[in-house]
């Protein structure tokens, strides 16, 4: 049996996940090794950027149906049930899970072990055993990397077994379609079968760490990038897949701590919880996004992206696949990075929404209760191709900017969040990533130099030295000058040709907010509710 990287024991597998009779099993393998053996099994190609190109197959964006939670002891009474987090039997993943098992028998496996939690105080273990190399890769550059000398002495807490190739069957298996991911909290074990979308491996974590931070460790997790400046400043910014998380907190200005998911600890530290990034391509270039555009070399796995012509040029602009082009690598192949990925107590959250509606003002500052409000609402426009089906922006409201990772209900890390907003006394800011001068389709995408030039400003106290108005539907504080920023575009109906629509439109989501907020009122102290915005009748 050929053990590449000669680091752990088939043993292992058949002890701790029951994984026997395999093929050749390949633990650790470099990437260059694992780029190696994609291209020999033609499964990927090379760029003339030193990147590996994969197809990830029929799935190219998370599908949020078809994932789901093994219901016992330790859930029943702790998640969130509904929609989000569905309900599956343990006697059902017992049976899935031997399918899969029989599935693999004989099968070449790749193993990675890795972690995630930058804080030692949190770390956790993870062994990804994958059916595909660039699955191994990928686990490699998101995950945290253990040293040689503690791959050694390893010991996983978790476990993820995922075999894109491997087909449900729902009648047989319980599961809505082929394709599946199941998390079981008390094995510590993730499945995930009949898809190769990687972002699966990479959202079951965070699900994973959802759960047992707030309900276990008192330690707040969150779907946000932060990033720190030079004089240690933490800034942290909250949003769904598609609203500039990763392209705003890429800043040459100030270093990064991570791009999609943290945890914020009582003793104040802010950490990310993974070793790499996942950004979105669609439309990248140098010149608009360049950390990101250079950190596309030898290591980087690239998804689904076309190409110039039969050349070996990745075409950016390319949506012929998805929308949901995506690049994974290192946090290392940028050069401007926290080292730990940890940073202080931040002093600036920013909430990200790429409004479709178009009457969002590019930048305001909140109140506490604004705060709260708008962090329960989340609400955005899912962008097109970040999930199965979305094929154009799809307005949506998702609690904490991240409802389908939170297995706790969202009033708990809102509860947490507004505790340690008070006690630090941060300034909260939403920011509009989406469109002005008019809806989807009517306006354009705000333009990313502004968002940034307002987002510095915010950083960097220019805004605290502003006048300030307040909007008459959101009740929301817009500045009314920032450096390098168009002054008429600040005030978001100044942008409308026709007023009236603005109103109307501005109406719309308005009445959207509040029907939204319903589920969670119950919950709600008055200073929140206080908070909604003001429905006009006409």
Sequence with gaps: MNEFGKRGSNTNLKSDI???????VF?????????????????????????????????????????????????????WWGKINKKFDVEKFDALYNRMK??????????RDSYA???????????????????????????????DEEIENFVPEWHIVAAPNFLADPEIDGTRQSNFAVIDFTKKMIIIGGTGYTGEIKKGIFSVLNFVLPHEKNVLSMHCSANVGEDGDTAVFFGLSGTGKTTLSSDPNR????DDEHGWAANGSVFNFEGGCYAKTIDLSAEKEPQIFDAIKFGALLENVGFHGESSTPDYECDKITQNTRVSYPIDHIDNIMVPSKGNEPKNIFFLTCDAFGVLPPISKLTPGQAMYHFISG???????TEAGITEPQTVFSACFGAPFLPLHPAKYAEMLGSKIEQNDVNVWLINTGWSGGAYGTGSRMKLKYTRSLITAALTGELDKVDFITDDVF????????????????????????????????????????????????????????????????
């Excluded at 029951?18 to 050749?24: A, E, K, P, S, T």
């Excluded at 029989?102 to 193993?111: H, I, Q």
Aim: charge should be negative; charged fraction near 25%.
């Design 27 to 79: 633990w650790n393998m470099s990437p260059a090794e694992l780029v190696e053996d994609t291209i020999l099994l033609g499964e990927g190609v090379m760029t003339d950027s030193g990147a590996i190109s994969v197809n990830t197959g029929k799935f190219t964006g998370r599908s949020p149906e078809d994932r789901f939670i093994v219901c016992d002891e330790k859930t029943e009474k702790a998640v």
């Design 255 to 258: 270093r990064l701590i991570g």
């Design 475 to 538: 009740g929301l504080s817009m500045p009314t000058s920032c450096p390098d920023v168009p002054a008429e575009i600040l005030n978001p109906k100044n942008t409308w040709e026709d007023k009236a629509a603005f109103d109307k439109k501005a109406n719309e989501l308005a009445q959207a907010f509040v029907k939204n907020f319903e589920t969670f009122e119950s919950n709600a102290s008055e200073e929140i509710i206080n908070a909604a915005p003001k429905v006009m009748v006409k």
């Design 379 to 385: 609400y955005t426009a899912k962008v097109a191709g």
């Design 117 to 147: 939690c930058a804080d030692d105080d949190y770390r956790m273990n993870i062994r990804v055993v994958s059916e595909l190399p660039w699955q191994s890769l990928f686990a490699h550059n998101m995950f945290l990397r253990p040293t």
């Design 102 to 111: 029989a599935y693999l028998t004989g099968k070449d496996m790749y193993v």
């Design 18 to 24: 029951g994984l026997d009779n395999l093929g050749n």
